[in-house]
């Protein structure tokens, strides 16, 4: 008995849960960054909430975003080897990307904020 005064948190509550209302939370703290389904119900019980956002679609566009990064250093780099482009058409297509960049990234911060509303 003097064990549990020596907790940080001594008091205990039980519930209880259907299969399937069991099978949905576990799938929720799966989903969620919590390890395990203690600190998930409290911040829950506490918060009211817990949000999560994806943002996997958001490190594809960025993959892509680099991608084209490359691309254009590779064609930068084989017009000046051959003398095929000019440096004003070079600083076109890195202002272009520059530009692109801005835009995905100004997009995604409005995004972020709209998702934080919610």
């Known amino acids: 008995m003097e064990n549990k005064n020596k907790l940080r948190r001594p008091i205990q509550r039980i519930i209880r849960f259907s299969k399937e209302e069991n099978r949905?939370?576990?799938?929720?703290?799966?989903?969620?960054?919590?390890?395990?389904?203690?600190?998930?119900?409290?911040?829950?019980?506490?918060?009211?909430?817990?949000?999560?956002?994806?943002?996997?679609?958001?490190?594809?566009?960025?993959?892509e975003i680099h991608k084209i990064g490359i691309n254009i250093n590779q064609v930068t780099r084989l017009a000046n080897q051959f003398n095929e482009i000019s440096s004003t058409?070079?600083?076109?297509?890195?202002?272009e990307l520059t530009a692109l960049t801005e835009t995905v990234q100004s997009n995604l911060a409005t995004l972020i904020k709209l998702k934080e509303r919610t």
Not at 35 to 51: D, S
């Open 24 to 63: 949905l939370i576990n799938k929720k703290v799966e989903e969620s960054f919590f390890p395990n389904f203690q600190n998930f119900a409290l911040h829950m019980l506490i918060q009211g909430e817990v949000r999560h956002i994806d943002y996997s679609e958001l490190k594809q566009l960025t993959m």
């Open 89 to 95: 058409d070079i600083q076109q297509l890195k202002n």
